[in-house]
């Protein structure tokens, strides 16, 4: 493992308060652990709640700020934060219109959320939640536990962010953010490993010429292994996936391709290129586009599409002011 | 069967164990889910041992709700709630004793597995730590009904149930945790949760 | 060579249509070759051009918009754009009021930009240029070509850009321009190289346990080559450097933390985390901070440290609105 | 000596020594440059060999300033303007003829010296391509001093001297070009540019 840390133990912490130090205008940390807060509370507004696993960066924290979260818990590398983490960063920031939790579907953060949403309840917070489960790789059934969230969660930050900012309730806005999940979805694909640092060894092995289709962004094996392919070919494969699962015809919508945080941004445009010219094809609007690091897998060499399905309000909340360290609309 | 040092004993040797497997079972983890589990459980189990000194003279119950609040505040993952709430709820259904009987044990894991069901939305046959748990217990009840109260003798037919438990889970499709994401291919592989629950009872059984 | 591209003779292309096609609303590209201008011109104003080789992805395309570049060209991978090319985009932006040439200090750039500089002016443009030499791991001497220009290079189109937006005639946009590049000093290290697609194998070779300190944009070999250490020796190593090398006493900085390109946010954030904390001990108050892929060498493993003095002009310069692809301030 | 067509001709050799050799230079790029000369030499004379039937019937000055246009606008990096400048002022000194002389030749390679030393700000002893050309131009004028007026033996005075050109340059701490951001690193490598020119001259004068 080569790795620019100093200590296992220390990776989350000393992250998170880099993190803080860089932008100090725009986030706070608590006392209590690594859960990030605006800088300056804003009251009288729906407060957004959102973390996971470490190892993701720049979410959640990066997307704290006006327009988008209010406070972001950081777990262990690839582990849910605890409820105890989670209670503090609601309590930090409930206001009288409420708390609403965006949570990816993994069962753990699923369950901590769950019990943190419990004990604030139990403190008078009224707190609502939203299941992010974007990922088109695995099945969605009643006998599974379903999609899991991956890079669509920082559409619904933005949108669900956008919208708490109008001053709409806390049923509205828990109802715009499930609106995104209900239609935007994300595959990945992945042809080198990341490695997590207590771990010292890389999740999963490729030999030099395999790649993993659908990948997870904790590494968790995708549908299936096969040889690597031209880019175009690659992107083809989950563009079929995720535009075989809602019908996107005629519409507009949001492209995010997203790199898995080894992946330069010379190859993610060489995807986007064909992306755009599949969907124009197709005969569907791009109406936004985003190319970058939003939902890493430390250093994962990757990638994921998604696609979003927009209508008028999607899109004017998508297009509304954010300024984050890591997602600024101006 | 145990009084309350007896306890803070057996956790010391279950946080022993656990250490001593991280790898194995961060591997184990590392082929159907997200190579974890293994640091989870010794991150949660180094801290249990931290808070050890100042738990010496509770009752059983307390000393188990603690553990339980610890791993819930520690570990993180899906293994934090529900063997947080697992030992929690032992914890409660024990009660304020400082010396327990194997039905007191019995009533425990009865009470824990009801929690992790309840916690996880979980039942057996999903490959999870149910799969170790529940024959556990079931071959436990059995071995009592049948007349036997020795406790280690109890224990061990536990444990051996556990351990097929462990071999069962390879032939199990995974629908519930991070191995459900694979299907058919979590298949032939053990559960990484039902695994570290038997290391659990095997350390106890091998303390009485 | 793992890669995800489609032909390594159509990387440059792909990429830069790539880029395009994600932000239309910004970014329009010339049918000469890779040559990206304004989606809209902005007349009355002095026109900025830089460019350079592609591989350093979002430089330079990623940079032009509102308040920074007007246009940027882009050679092969690591190799400089060739004067007919820079021609035609000082052509598409040229205003009356001048162009001004924003050069990397290497050879091939330095000449290539000249000889377009004077083809330029031959059809009656007046162009300016500034060379910027951030990197302090090379030494600057009357007898050698001077420091490399590095990942300073973004500062000094935030900042000119921003003097030009104002409206300021090409002197005076050119000396703002040469007084980020007298003030930021750069230094970085890698702990694994990149590959260039046409050659096909590593630029260079570290075992397991080593670093090159002071490694150039280009996988270029730095001051040394040792075994790697924590994170905060080799941040160290690096601010050592540069704080010897113009001095910092009492005043005000940005501090730009860049990715190599495979270098996780994680272990930029950490590696930040120590340069506030020593700056901070040493009385130096840091006004803004950015982190992440600025100027990146393909899929390199490492990342730099710059540091740019300020005074109240770059200051308000500094924080003046910018809405880029890849660079916006709000 | 040759006329236009003979030129023609030498260039495609030219073309095809410097794609075969593509690796080969940038290797040596790769150990003190940024790995790329090969493959910008390369991608340079591709681009000639598409031009070079629209030549055939040019003067050599109109071919070699072609030549030297094309590498300009094709090359990129250092050795694109400098090669390129190179053949342009070669082609304007030997001028519009359709047959050239020992001493055109020599012309030729003198104004590109001037060229890339111009363009280049650079001089001999500094690590770059002009320590394979200064020396063979030097050597080729004494040769025709010492009387011998037969171009296939003087061009072979120059490749030699090109040559042990190349070799001095493993001596030499470079100064220009990017070599010399390493320093006394650079000892002890030879220079790519010089050993491309090198290929260059033994690749005219082979053709003869
Ligand atoms: N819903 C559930 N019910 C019961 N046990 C579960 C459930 N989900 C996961 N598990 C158990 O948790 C184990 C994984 O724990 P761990 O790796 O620590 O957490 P995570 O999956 O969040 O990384 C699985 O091997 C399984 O035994
Ligand atoms: N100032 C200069 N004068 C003469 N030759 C130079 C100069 N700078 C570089 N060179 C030559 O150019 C060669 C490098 O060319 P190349 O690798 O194609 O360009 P780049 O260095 O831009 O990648 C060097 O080996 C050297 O011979
Ligand atoms: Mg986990
Ligand atoms: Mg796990
Ligand atoms: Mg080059
Ligand atoms: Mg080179």
Redesign the interface.
């Known amino acids: 493992m080569k790795k620019l840390i100093n200590s296992i133990d220390n990776v989350e912490n000393e992250m998170i308060q880099g993190l803080v130090k860089a932008y100090p205008s725009y986030l706070k940390k608590l006392d209590c652990g690594n859960v990030v807060v605006r800088a300056n509370k804003k009251e009288g507004k729906v407060a957004l709640i959102s973390g996971g696993g470490s190892g993701h960066e720049p979410a959640h924290a990066g997307y704290v700020g006006e327009g988008m979260l209010d406070a972001a818990v950081a777990g262990a590398v690839f582990t849910s934060p605890t409820p105890d983490q989670i209670l503090e960063g609601i309590k930090a920031i409930a206001t009288d219109a409420g708390v609403l939790m965006v949570v990816k579907n993994y069962t753990g953060d699923v369950m901590n959320f769950e019990m943190a949403g419990e004990m604030a309840e139990e403190e008078g917070i009224s707190v609502k939640q939203v299941i992010v489960n974007d990922d088109v790789a695995v099945q969605d059934s009643l006998y599974t536990v379903g999609r899991r969230g991956v890079a669509g969660t920082v559409l619904v930050h933005k949108i669900a962010g956008a919208m708490a900012e109008t001053g709409a309730c806390l049923d509205d806005v828990q109802a715009v953010a499930q609106k995104v999940i209900d239609n935007v979805r994300t595959m990945g694909a992945a042809i080198a490993p990341c490695t997590v640092p207590a771990s010292g060894k890389p999740g999963f092995d490729l030999s030099e010429d395999e790649m993993e289709v659908g990948i997870g962004i904790h590494g968790e094996p995708g549908t299936h292994r096969e040889k690597i392919r031209p880019a175009d070919e690659v992107t083809d494969l989950l563009l079929d996936k995720i535009l075989s699962d809602i019908d996107y015809t005629d519409s507009e919508v949001a492209v995010m391709i997203n790199g898995a945080g080894a992946t330069p941004l010379m190859e993610l445009f060489i995807i986007n290129n064909h992306v755009a010219d599949v969907l124009k094809e197709k005969g569907i609007k791009v109406y936004e586009t985003f190319v970058g690091e939003y939902m890493t897998s430390i250093e994962m060499q990757g990638f994921s599409i998604s696609i979003l399905k927009l209508d008028d309000q999607l899109k004017k909340l998508l297009s509304a002011k954010a300024d984050t360290p890591a997602f600024k609309v101006l | 069967m145990v009084d309350n040092k007896k306890i803070i004993e057996i956790l010391h040797s279950i946080a022993t164990v656990i250490e001593e497997n991280n790898s194995f079972l ?1 591997e184990l983890d ?1 082929v159907i ?4 589990h293994g ?2 459980m010794a ?1 949660g189990f180094t801290e249990v041992e931290k808070k050890m000194d100042t738990l010496a003279d509770k009752d059983i119950g307390a000393i188990l709700k603690s553990v339980g609040m610890t791993l ?11 063997y947080g709430t697992a030992f929690m709820k032992a914890g409660t259904a024990i009660g304020a004793k400082t010396d327990m009987t194997i039905d007191d044990f019995i009533a425990g894991l009865n009470a824990a597995i009801d929690g992790v069901k309840m ?2 939305h979980s039942t057996t046959e999903e490959k999870t730590m149910l799969d170790a748990m529940v024959p556990a217990l079931n071959a436990m009840k059995d071995t009592i009904s049948a007349g036997q109260r020795d406790t280690s003798l109890v224990l061990s037919t536990g444990v051996a149930a556990a351990k097929s438990g462990v071999e069962h889970t390879k032939d199990l499709i995974a ?4 191995a ?4 058919e ?1 979590s298949l032939g592989h053990q559960d990484p949760g039902a695994t570290s629950f038997t290391l659990i009872l095997e350390t106890i059984c091998n303390n009485l």
Chains 1, 3 share one sequence.
Do not use: E, F
């Not at chain 2, 819930?72 to 529900?82: D, E, I, R």
């Not at chain 2, 629908?175 to 991070?178: P, S």
């Open positions: 961060t590392n889910g997200d190579g974890d640091i989870n991150r819930v505040s520690t570990v993180g993952g899906a293994s934090g709630p529900l916690r996880g629908t519930k945790g991070r459900s994401y694979l299907g291919r």
